[in-house]
């Protein structure tokens, strides 16, 4: 498993190389007290874009490695605003809308999120990877 680095949200970054060929924005909107950093252009959407410990997402991935026509995507997945904490590797489900894992939020930290498929190709947003502030 690759080393992530102690870099902060929403720039943490992986030892992991990218994938991308193009690059990629994405958008911050502000609520009342929270930010929402939307990646659906990128292809990666949370569901709901709430959430804090205790709570589970639908995570959707139709980015990259499912459009270069991986069969198995990994969500690898840590909480952590200087540092990634808990790391995990999730299978994600493929369907009609791209792959998809319902995921327990285990931490009120941000929640950071790269992606693998079974060859081991990464897509990690550039080197930023897809990062989701956490409520609390």
């Given at each position: 498993m690759?080393?992530?680095?102690n870099?902060a ?5 992986t030892?992991?190389p990218?994938?991308?060929?193009t690059s990629?924005?994405t ?22 874009t ?8 639908k ?8 459009q270069?026509?991986?069969?198995e995507?990994?969500a ?8 990634w904490?808990?790391v995990?590797d999730i ?16 931490s ?6 790269a992606?693998?498929?079974s060859?081991n190709n990464?897509?990690n947003n550039?080197g930023?990877n ?7």
């Amino acid at each position: 498993m690759p080393k992530t680095t102690n870099s902060a949200c929403p720039t943490s970054k992986t030892s992991k190389p990218s994938t991308s060929k193009t690059s990629t924005t994405t958008k911050t909107s502000k609520t009342s007290k929270t930010s929402t950093t939307s990646y659906t252009s990128n292809g990666v959407n949370v569901t709901p874009t709430k959430f804090t410990s205790g709570d589970r997402i639908k995570l959707t991935y139709n980015g990259l490695l499912a459009q270069s026509g991986a069969l198995e995507i990994y969500a690898h997945v840590g909480y952590g605003a200087s540092k990634w904490q808990n790391v995990t590797d999730i299978k994600m489900t493929q369907t009609k809308n791209g792959f998809e894992a319902t995921l327990p939020i285990s931490s009120a930290s941000n929640l950071n999120i790269a992606f693998k498929d079974s060859i081991n190709n990464w897509d990690n947003n550039s080197g930023n990877n897809y990062c989701f502030k956490a409520n609390k």
